[in-house]
């Protein structure tokens, strides 16, 4: 069975555009708002929508991000609230659902039972800033033997040798850093971003999605066919905060 | 997964079931260009020649090992310091942050960073980066800012930027991260001084390597003054763990010796903040490495408590956790009273201001003569002198100006110089 991340992308693709991928934590605006904005992105065509797994110390995290994240846990946010939300709203999601969170609070779930949990509530990967290749090998394991995926991260310092190593059995899709730093939106990226994703472009067969600093479409429109997907965070999080709707921030990124 | 030998971590860092490194991929390059430096460099004769050079001449080493006399004859044991109150910058996190500042020149890098909660390790990074010359920031939690301002001070007259973690618990978790995010914007001139046994591999190995000074001495010295004898227990206080993995060190393979380790049990009332990870936490990943910590079920990390502002950390260095796993170390934890208490007592007794730190270390030993054997040897290690820790005595005696001089009062009468000896 392929992966839905992947499938999800390259139906993005045949229409002619890159993959959007909005970043939302569990509990952001608030506990319900939350799924207000989850249904309305998917509605207004998000590819795949990463949900946020607050942790105490997101140490990937800019600020922006690190304090919605610190409310969501003040409003009780746990990993089993977003399992049951999710399970609740099986199939009537057309995005796939990838969830992005740090080691510990899975660790805790316990990742055996994590794996079935969160396959039974139609998860289809994970995005773990914290699990270098070095400490994935077990979990990846027993993710993938309930179909879920684990999305490698590799960034601008990413040596050839380690891009192969996360290629090497890399599915669902990997995920590029932008920057050498933590999340949140930024007028501009580097310029070696272009150099680096061309080699991560030759590494990798599954598709690439370009994150953290992205605020516009004109910012990844730049990078051209070497990023399929675009990841939307802190600039979503910052929209929704002040009020505003999630999709409707996204459109632009869907034209 | 066992470590190749007993103290040498497995080659991605682990000791036992604790220790790796969980950290963005990222901070992976610098994490492996520290590795390797830490291999080439730090094991390098020229290296270590000059590292102990410097800590002769310009730290101070070999530190006293002293032997009380008056709380050995009231305790009716042998009561030994070992005194690394009595380095440069007066603890000993200089040890360390010499062994870092020598590895940033010799790795090319100009700037150097550091996390600091007491401030200690903060004022022996700064004194290392202007003593080696390299450009300094020391992040620190807002709280610990205004706790510590001494130190605040002192890092700042000796060149570093001081900058305060205005987020999380605003202590010295969150000084970490502040840490651990300047360095993945600016790993390339920039090496991250980690002030314990903590973080990711190489760093726990690192740093006790850097302190495992303390232990060698303390057994050579101990050694010379009994004909070539061991010490029955050696006691060190625990937050992340570096004074207590130096002492212990050199003594983990003797194993006559007790390795004892002693945590903040802060206030000690049921639900109470406090800083006992290995007696009190559950295993869990936390800043780069899997480790014993103070966590929430669902594995949100909690806000520690000590009297003693350098054992305030929610976790504690992997190798400690696999010594307590193995039964090689034994790990107590003393309430904040009990620490002050034998703070006062060693004032009066010995004429030495401790750090509270220590005070735990102390303490420990003061309140549990009974548990070590009659007549027998214990050293503690004393990490640190307590001018730092003025304003909080202050601060508690003010509140209760009779409830601490009666507790040492009371077990330890001071004696005057009429009923004294």
Known sequence: ?255 | MTPKKDTTPTDSGYYGEFGGRFVPELLMPPVLELTRAAQEIVASKEFQDEFTAILRDYVGRPSALYHCPNISRELGLEFWLKREDLNHTGAHKINNTIGQALLTKKMGKPRIIAETGAGQHGVATATAAAMLGLECVVYMGEIDVERQAHNVRRMELLGATVVPAKNGTKTLKDAVNLALKDWIANQRTTHYCIGSVIGPHPFPELVRDFQAVIGLEAKEQFAARTMGRLPDAVVACVGGGSNAMGMFHAFVPETSVRLIGVEAAGTGEPGCYHSSSLSQGTPGVFQGTLTKLLQTEQGQIEPSHSVAPGLDYPGVGPEHAWLQATGRAEYYCLKDDRALNAFFVLCRKEGIIPALESSHAVGWVLDNADRLPKGGNVIVCLSGRGDKDMGIVEEVLAKDPSAYSDIYSAKYAVKGPKEGK
């Open chain 1, 1 to 255: 069975m392929g992966s839905l991340l992947t499938t999800r992308i390259e139906e993005a693709k045949a229409k002619g555009r890159k993959a959007v991928i909005p970043y939302l934590p569990f509990c952001h605006p608030d506990c319900e708002r939350f799924w207000t904005e989850i249904e309305g992105m998917d509605a207004a065509g998000a590819d795949v929508i990463e949900v946020g797994v607050p942790f105490s110390d997101p140490v990937a995290d800019g600020p922006v991000i690190e304090e919605a994240v610190n409310e969501c846990l003040e409003r009780g946010a746990c990993l089993k609230g977003i399992l049951d939300g999710l399970a609740e709203r099986k199939g009537k999601l057309h995005a796939a659902i990838v969830l992005m969170g740090y080691v510990n609070p899975f660790m805790q779930y316990g990742w055996e039972k994590f794996a079935a949990d969160a396959a039974a509530a139609g998860v289809s990967g994970l995005i773990v800033p914290d699990l270098p290749y070095e400490e994935a090998g077990e979990i990846k394991a027993l993710l993938r033997a309930q179909g879920l995926d684990l999305v490698p991260l590799v960034g601008l310092n990413t040596s050839a040798d380690r891009l192969a190593l996360y290629a090497e059995d890399a599915s669902g899709f990997a995920y590029f850093v932008s920057v050498l730093g933590t999340t949140g939106a930024r007028d501009s990226l580097p310029e070696e971003v272009f150099e680096k994703l061309t080699l991560a472009r030759k590494a990798f067969t599954v598709p690439l999605a370009l994150g953290f600093g992205i605020k516009t479409p004109e910012q990844a429109a730049r990078f051209g066919d070497l990023a399929d997907a675009v990841v939307i965070g802190s600039a979503i999080v910052s929209h929704t905060k002040a009020g505003g709707s999630a999709a409707q921030f996204l459109a632009p990124f869907l034209k």
